[in-house]
C-alpha cells in the first residue's frame, strides 16, 4: 500500500514474525529487533529482502524501539503492529479508507481474533482505581453492577458498525504520521500501558480513537511476554502506577499503589507454596518478588520487550 509505513518491533519471536511479514502486503515496512537471540534479523534479512531492519544492541523496550520505527517511516500514515498478528486480506485497506474520508479520527484499531476465531476485548476503558482493584483480586463480576462502576473491557464483540472507545490495545494501531508531530510519540517510560496514554492524549487533543471491526487481524497474544515474566509482570504493575501519576490525581496513585502492594504480597506467597510444582510458578514468583521492593519507587524504565 502506498502511503503506509508498518512498524514492527520485535524480541525473540522469530516463528511468528515471519508469519506476520508473509501477511503484509507490499508496503514500507520497518522492523525493530530488540536484541533477539532467536536468529529473527537474519531471518527476516533473508526472507523478506525489502524489508528494513533495525537491529538493536540492546533491548530498549516496546515503546523506545516504536518510536525508533516511526522516526524512519515514510509514509504519511503509521501502523504499529505486533510480530504476533497476522493481517487478514483487505483489513488494512479498511482502515486506511476510514482515516481518509474521517479526518477527525485521530487513530483506528482492527477487530483482534485469536487463531480460533474468537474475538478478543481490545478496546478498553480508561482505568482507574476499581478498575485496577478488580482485575487484580477477580472482582469483575462482583462490582460490575455498582453504580459508576466502569468496567475495563469494551463488548467488542458485540460491536458491528465503527465505534469511538477511550483505547485499544497497540497491538494494531493505524494513524496520520502528522498525529506523533501534535501528541509526541509513545512514553517510553509507560512500557505496557503506552497504548493507553497514547490514545487518551490523542482524545485530549480532539481526535477519536475509534474501533473498526470490519478490520480483522489475528493475534496470538502475549509471544514475548512469556518469554521473560519478570519484565512482563513488573512492568504491567509499575506502570499501571506511573499511569495515575501523570494522569491521576494523588489519591489515585496512592490508592493503585497499596492496591499493588496488597495484590502482589498475595502473589509472591502463593506462587512461592507453587513453585515446586512448576517452572512457571517459580519464574512469576520471582518476578512479584523483583516487583514487590520496587513498588514505592519504580523505575523509569523497567526493561523491555
Not at 24 to 51: K, T, W, Y
Not at 124 to 149: C, N
Not at 233 to 257: C, P, W
Request: aromatic share 8%; net charge neutral; proline share 7%.
Amino acid at each position: 500500500m502506498t502511503g503506509l509505513s508498518i512498524v514492527i518491533v520485535s524480541y525473540n519471536a522469530q516463528e511468528v514474525l515471519l508469519r506476520c511479514l508473509a501477511t503484509l502486503p507490499a508496503a514500507d515496512v520497518i522492523v525493530v529487533d530488540n536484541a533477539s537471540s532467536d536468529g529473527s534479523a537474519a531471518a527476516v534479512a533473508e526472507r523478506f529482502p525489502a524489508v528494513r531492519m533495525v537491529a538493536n544492541d540492546r533491548n530498549e523496550g516496546f515503546p523506545v524501539a516504536c518510536n525508533q520505527g516511526m522516526k524512519m517511516a515514510s509514509g504519511e500514515t503509521i501502523l504499529l503492529l505486533n510480530p504476533d498478528c497476522e493481517v487478514r486480506p483487505g483489513a488494512l485497506e479498511v482502515m486506511a479508507a476510514y482515516l481518509a474520508e474521517h479526518p477527525e479520527a485521530g487513530i483506528v484499531g482492527p477487530r483482534l481474533v485469536y487463531a480460533d476465531g474468537s474475538v478478543q476485548h481490545s478496546a478498553a476503558h480508561r482505568p482507574d482505581t476499581w478498575q485496577i482493584a478488580a482485575e487484580y483480586f477477580f472482582l469483575e463480576r462482583l462490582v460490575r453492577r455498582v453504580p459508576g462502576y466502569v468496567p475495563k473491557a469494551y463488548p467488542v464483540e458485540a460491536f458491528t458498525a465503527p465505534t469511538p472507545v477511550d483505547s485499544l490495545t497497540g497491538a494494531a494501531l493505524m494513524f496520520r504520521k502528522d498525529l506523533v508531530d501534535r501528541i509526541g510519540p509513545l512514553d517510553p517510560e509507560l512500557f505496557w500501558i503506552e497504548d493507553i496514554d497514547f490514545c487518551q492524549r490523542t482524545t485530549a487533543a480532539g481526535q477519536s480513537v475509534v474501533y473498526l471491526p470490519q478490520a480483522i487481524f489475528v493475534h496470538h497474544s502475549g509471544v514475548s511476554a512469556r518469554k521473560n515474566y519478570t519484565v512482563s509482570i513488573s512492568n504491567q504493575i509499575f506502570n499501571k502506577i506511573k499511569y495515575m501519576s501523570k494522569h491521576g490525581r494523588f489519591a489515585d496513585r496512592l490508592g493503585v499503589t497499596l492496591i499493588s502492594l496488597v495484590h502482589v504480597l498475595a502473589k509472591v506467597v502463593v506462587l512461592s507454596v507453587m513453585a515446586p510444582f512448576g517452572q512457571v510458578y517459580a519464574a512469576k514468583a520471582r518476578a512479584y518478588r523483583y516487583t514487590l521492593p520496587r513498588l514505592f519507587c519504580p523505575p523509569a524504565r523497567g526493561g523491555g520487550l
